[in-house]
Structures are given as C-alpha cells and as structure tokens.
C-alpha cells in the first residue's frame, strides 16, 4: 500500500523559513519524480510549486518559489523535502507531495498525500 505523510507545516512570520518533508512508502522511490504541489484557499485549484527526479537529482521549479525553495530527497529514507526560505504570506495554502513517471505540473498524479498547511502571517 502506498503512502506519502507530510509533516513540518505550520504557522511562520514573513520572512521566516519552514522545511517539509514526505515520507514516501509502498512504491519504488527511485523510479518516480517527485513533486510539491499546493492548494489555496481549500477547494481551490493546485498549483505545481517544484518536482526533481529522484534518481538523476534534477530540479525544477515555479517562478514565484525559485530563489527561496530548495526541493531535495533522501533516497535511502525515502524522504521527499521543500525547504522555503523568505516566506510570503501569498505562500500559504496546504502543500501536498506527490509522485508520478513525469515532472512538472499535471491534471492529476499517480500518489498524493494528505497535505500539511503552512500558514505566513505576522
């Protein structure tokens, strides 16, 4: 059984950093690209924040987020992170990870978790 947890969300002041993780179980780590994806407000639309290819280390990222996001993995732990520095408050919403053959932003992908809301706010 697949499973993909979000944890390290919560509430920051502009200007602050957070980093997330997804721990990823049930599928071949490697042979995926993994994704950060996010939702604001709840019922919103997604938007793609970053995806990298797990197994060549290759990153990609929306505008708005490079420069202040730094998508990474852990393949041993088969741990999925998004360190965000210099927080806006336009970043919050509920991030999500996801998983799928192909990086980049798509209708649906293959794995998502649950998400973990990340709030900026002073």
């Known amino acids: 059984e697949v499973h993909l947890v979000e944890s390290g969300g919560g509430l920051v002041q502009p200007g602050g950093s957070l980093r997330l993780s997804c721990a990823a179980s049930?599928?071949?780590?490697?042979?995926?690209?993994m994704t950060w994806i996010r939702q604001a407000p709840p019922g919103e639309g997604t938007e793609w924040v970053s995806?990298?290819?797990?197994?060549?280390?290759?990153?990609y990222y929306t505008n708005s987020v490079k420069g202040r996001f730094t998508i990474s993995t852990d393949n041993a732990k088969n741990t999925l992170y998004l360190q965000m520095d210099s927080l806006k408050p336009e970043d919050t919403a509920v991030y999500f990870c996801?998983?799928?053959?192909?990086?980049?932003?798509?209708?649906?992908?293959?794995?998502r978790g649950q998400g973990t809301q990340v709030t900026v706010s002073s």
């Open positions: 996801a998983a799928d053959r192909v990086a980049g932003p798509r209708y649906d992908y293959r794995f």
């Open positions: 995806s990298i290819y797990s197994s060549s280390g290759y990153t």
């Open positions: 049930g599928f071949s780590f490697d042979d995926y690209a």
